[in-house]
């Protein structure tokens, strides 16, 4: 699976757009990017994954470059329970029973 | 409700003493993992399984046992824990191919 890099940590108000960027440059064709997120100690919750088109569904959108080397996760309306580590995973879509590399993440702070 | 659920949720133990984790999944899923996550080494998989009776070493196995005779069920066994061996445990399914992985909340053992 390819590597991934995001900023260790990022602060956004309460309510505004928070927007969480990753890196993957050597990313290959059949890799899917997905993110998750976790909150203090608790299991990493799923959030969304595309491939090259932008997704979104109820919990953030997903932004994917032309080029696929890099996207950003987008949470429209921060509050405060988003406060998390953020992580962006790329992995091949069969891959479902090996390793995940979660990497550090990005920390996000949401602030009122 | 669609779940992954361990047991126990908190562990303290003594070296040597053999101790099981248990993970059971209730989404019909065929693909489970276990992960341990520690500071500054992010989540790192031990062990995971495709199927029935089908288990694979994951980047940490040393020290792990697993067993896989039921679908919903996909223990972790420490035969004779180490002080190494404390950590915050993840187990993990998913349905497979692109699908997201489903964390537990997590089993936090401490072995003195």
């Known amino acids: 699976d390819a590597k991934t890099t995001q900023p260790t940590s990022m602060d956004c108000a309460e309510g505004r757009a928070a927007n969480l960027p990753c890196n993957h440059s050597t990313i290959s064709g059949n890799e899917y990017v997905y993110w998750y997120r976790q909150i203090h100690s608790q299991g990493p919750q799923y959030i969304i994954h595309?491939?090259?088109n932008n997704e979104t569904n109820e919990m953030a959108s997903l932004i994917i470059t032309e080029d696929r080397k890099s996207s950003t996760l987008i949470l429209p309306h921060a509050t405060l329970r988003d406060t998390a580590v953020y992580y962006c995973i790329v992995r091949v879509a069969n891959n479902a029973g090996n390793m995940l590399t979660f990497g550090g993440g990005t920390r996000l702070m949401v602030k009122p | 409700e669609a779940q992954v659920t361990q047991n126990p949720r908190y562990l303290i133990t003594v070296t040597g003493k053999k101790l099981t984790v248990t993970c059971s999944q209730n989404?019909?899923?065929?693909?489970m993992s276990w992960y341990r996550q520690d500071p500054g080494l992010g989540l790192r998989q031990i062990y995971y399984s495709m199927n029935v009776e089908v288990t694979d070493k994951g980047d940490v196995p040393e020290g792990y046992k697993v067993s896989r005779k039921e679908k919903r069920n996909f223990p972790l066994i420490l035969e004779s824990p180490s002080p190494n061996q404390t950590s915050l445990y993840f187990c993990a399914s998913t349905k497979g191919y692109g699908s997201p992985l489903h964390f537990g909340n997590g089993t936090r053992l401490t072995v003195t």
């Open positions: 989404m019909n899923h065929e693909y």
């Open positions: 595309g491939l090259k």
